[in-house]
């Protein structure tokens, strides 16, 4: 990893129910500055490019329509649930989080509730 | 008796020895000199010289910082500052301290630099210096040369760029660094002097000017038909390739990536 000591950051996430993997993705270049994977068969910088892709065409997207700022984008695939937040509004560089669940064993609302927190608790 | 051109081979014996000249694989023999330093756990610097002036310095193998003439320096900042810091303070502060020498790395081995002769036990001082693993340091530069090619045939970090002069400012929704770029551009900016006006990576500078083009808020200087002004309800200009992080990470064996153009699917390539 490219940051030192980040990895720890990432330890509350890996309680959720369903987690197969968590990163924390500078949105600005798309670099991974942490990452906890529980899931062989997942790629993390495709993953996290993949993420940071999202986050990108919707920030474009809010620049020409009356949108507000990105909070989070949730992706629902067959198996997988993909959270993406941002941490927080205003940190500079924009710091993305992505959260990948098991569809099965994932709620999808208590997810949510989590991710805010533990997005809250980053910047407290 | 070779079959090698005379010029050919003149031109091959010289890229070796003259600074300036890139000799085939150049990039691949410095990324295996960095390789044997960390394996060999190495502490000292890796000069370079020539088109880009700077240096690597590693610590028992790990970079632990990188200088370029071409980047702007990392922030200074004390391990003990971090202490009373957010846990996103302190990821944003090691990040301002690492990502410089990630963009001084990606400066050094991308230009037609040489390096010298290894110096052992040559360290800067630095109180919080990153600790990243040549191999990581590596595939970083690789993802980030990958994604500088795909914006290269409209932007590079040296191209002038110029702003709308059609951007109504009640109109503009941009974010605080886009906003702080725009007001700093004069005609004839590069991403690279509007990252030392800033202080910032001249990579994520580039990328972030990149979004601030395809938003019609800047145009390439001496292409004023991209110069319209942004309207209500404007789409992203279309024209303009679009930026993936996806195509820029490196392709595993037999994957297929998608190739895209905004709002049309284009199919996969191998």
């Given at each position: 990893m490219i940051v030192d000591q980040a990895e720890a950051l990432l330890d509350p996430v890996t309680?959720?129910?369903?987690?197969m993997l968590g990163c924390l993705i500078?949105?600005?270049?798309?670099?991974?500055?942490a990452s906890r994977n529980?899931?062989?068969?997942?790629s993390v910088p495709t993953a996290a490019a993949g993420a940071a892709d999202i986050a990108n065409v919707l920030t474009l997207l809010a620049g020409a329509l009356p949108a507000d700022g990105l909070e989070d984008v949730m992706v629902t695939f067959r198996s997988q649930l993909y959270l993406i937040r941002l941490v927080t509004q205003d940190a500079e560089p924009p710091i993305l989080l992505l959260v990948i669940l098991d569809r099965m064993r994932a709620n999808l609302a208590m997810a949510r509730h989590e991710i805010r927190n533990f997005c809250a608790s980053m910047s407290a | 008796m070779s079959q090698t051109p005379r010029f050919t081979r003149a031109r091959q014996l010289t890229a070796s020895v003259l600074p300036g000249r890139r000799a085939d694989g150049y990039p691949g023999a410095v990324s295996a000199r960095m390789q044997k330093l960390a394996a060999a756990r190495s502490t000292g610097m890796l000069p370079f010289s020539g088109r880009c002036d700077g240096a690597i310095y590693f610590r028992d193998g790990k970079v632990v910082y990188a200088a370029s003439g071409r980047t702007p320096g990392p922030a200074t900042l004390a391990e003990a500052a971090l202490a009373g810091l957010s846990p996103l303070g302190q990821l944003t502060a090691r990040l301002a301290v690492a990502e410089p020498s990630v963009d001084a790395a990606l400066e050094l081995l991308s230009s037609e630099s040489r390096c010298a002769k290894f110096r052992a036990d040559r360290l800067p001082h630095s109180d919080l210096a990153p600790s990243i693993g040549v191999d990581d340091l590596l595939a970083e530069v690789a993802r980030r040369q990958r994604f500088l090619k795909q914006l290269s045939a409209v932007l590079t970090s040296d191209t002038a760029v110029a702003r709308n002069p059609h951007i109504r400012s009640e109109a503009v929704r941009v974010s605080a660094l886009q906003w702080a770029l725009l007001i700093r551009v004069r005609h004839g900016s590069t991403p690279r002097d509007l990252a030392w006006e800033l202080t910032r990576s001249v990579f994520g500078t580039t990328a972030e000017v990149y979004r601030l083009l395809a938003l019609r808020l800047l145009y390439v200087a001496g292409h004023p038909a991209r110069a319209r002004g942004p309207l209500p309800g404007d789409a992203p200009d279309q024209d303009l390739p679009v930026m993936s992080f996806v195509r820029a990470v490196s392709p595993q064996k037999g994957d297929q990536m998608p190739l895209t153009v905004i709002g049309t699917a284009l199919g996969a390539v191998d």
């Open positions: 309680h959720i129910e369903g987690f500078d949105a600005s270049t798309g670099m991974v500055l529980e899931q062989e068969s997942i | -």
